[in-house]
């Protein structure tokens, strides 16, 4: 019985004068599928051609650091004066305002001070009233000398009158020349008075001077006084410490009946206003400049951004500013791109910024697009320099 041959192997089958082609034959594409396969290209193109627009036109201005953190302007709190504490008034991560007091040192030392230097101020305050009170006493007494003295000068010139009308009357015998001697001793006895007089005058007059020298030499001694009561005063409040900023209590090491010496780092108070402070490095702050736009992102806070702007750049890289700067002039040389701190101001309220921690990592993106004609004069600047150099070395050949 012969086998029958499929019908499919008929139109298959090469015909008989026919070679067999080389390849299989080839399914055709559905039209949907190179549809899809030119929209994918065009897409993709789309894509690339919008990235590449958005980095000439914006993104190689956006310079980002990963090297950045929160920092706040911390306050160390240490007693102006020596002592023993008495009280401890907050407790560790407790939320404190300027002005109120963190803890209480044992002022009995202090009062003492002060008591001393106000019981100097009374007694230098009564030496001067003493000395015044001399001082009018004397005045008084100089009064009295110079009424002495007028009255010692009218005597002797009606004695020296009355011997000078006595004289040609003796000389003429109508008066013993016994009464002439006798006006004279009177005249000379007055001149004797006068000069006591003005001397006791003139002594009175040097004792008010003396006396003037106690009245400054009491109020020196006030002024000493006040001085030294104004200083134990000072004292004796510092024995009370306070807080000088708003914020958190960090790091308290303070317990009660510690004795703490002046200087004494006791607690720290961290405020609430917060900055970043980003290490950038040297390639990207070229034309970085202060006021420019940022975005901060914390790593605490996934998803959520803070606006800022570029507050200060520092004058010098990190390394310049550390305890032992690098001296690349000796041994062998490694050229590693420095970083600059740059401060960013965080433009948020302290209600928004609540869940800052000092020393937080964040991501800083600073926008320095308005700087970018300052980057082309510069570019244009440079040229015309080395083109001016150049037209002037040919010349000097």
């Keep these: 019985m012969t086998d029958a041959i499929p019908a499919h192997n008929d139109a298959t089958a090469p015909q008989p004068g026919q070679n067999a082609p080389a390849d299989a034959p080839r399914k055709r594409k559905n039209p949907r599928a ?46 102006k004066v020596s002592g023993y504490v008495e009280q401890v008034l907050v407790a560790d991560n407790q939320i404190v305002k300027a002005g109120q007091p963190l803890v209480r040192i044992d002022a009995r030392d202090y009062s003492a001070q002060t008591a001393q230097a106000k019981a100097q101020i009374d007694a230098a305050g009564a030496s001067e009233e003493a000395a015044r009170a001399q001082l009018a006493e004397q005045q008084a007494a100089i009064d009295q000398a110079r009424a002495q003295l007028a009255a010692a000068e009218e005597d002797a010139r009606f004695a020296s009158s009355e ?14 020349r016994e009464r002439l001697t006798t006006l004279r001793n009177q005249q000379a006895q007055s001149r004797t008075t006068v000069a006591a007089r003005r001397a006791a005058l003139e002594a009175t007059q040097l004792r008010v001077r003396s006396l003037q020298a106690q009245v400054r ?33 960090g790091d ?46 914390v790593d605490a806070l996934p998803g959520v951004e803070f606006q800022g702007h570029v507050e200060s750049i520092a004058p010098g890289t990190g390394a310049q500013f550390s305890l032992l700067p690098p001296q690349n002039a000796t041994g062998n040389f490694t050229k590693i791109v ?40 510069q570019r244009e600047r440079n040229s015309e320099a080395n083109a001016t150099g150049k037209s002037a070395g040919k010349e000097s050949q």
Excluded: C, H
Excluded at 163 to 176: H, I, Q
Excluded at 252 to 268: D, E, F, L, N, P
């Design 34 to 79: 190179r549809l899809i396969l030119r929209t994918l290209m065009v897409v993709a193109l789309v894509i690339v051609a919008s990235w590449i627009l958005y980095y000439q036109f914006r993104g190689k201005y956006l310079e980002s650091t990963n090297d950045a953190f929160v920092y706040a302007d911390s306050v160390t709190v240490s007693p």
């Design 163 to 176: 011997v000078e009308r006595y004289t040609p009357l003796a000389a003429s015998g109508a008066e013993t």
């Design 217 to 249: 030499q009491a109020q020196a001694q006030g002024e000493t006084a006040r001085a030294q009561f104004d200083a134990a005063s000072v004292n004796l409040g510092s024995t009370e410490v306070r807080a000088s900023v708003d914020g958190r209590i």
């Design 252 to 297: 308290k090491q303070v317990r009660v009946g510690q004795y703490v010496a002046a200087g004494t780092r006791m607690m720290t108070v961290v405020p609430t206003r917060f900055y970043i402070t980003a290490n950038y490095k040297e390639t990207q702050i070229g034309i970085m400049r202060i006021g420019q736009p940022a975005v901060v992102k």
């Design 338 to 377: 420095q970083r600059v701190p740059v401060r960013i101001a965080i433009d948020a309220s302290p209600e928004d910024t609540r869940s800052f921690v000092a020393g937080l990592s964040v991501t800083v993106e600073v926008n320095t697009i308005a700087a970018k004609d300052a980057l082309r004069a």
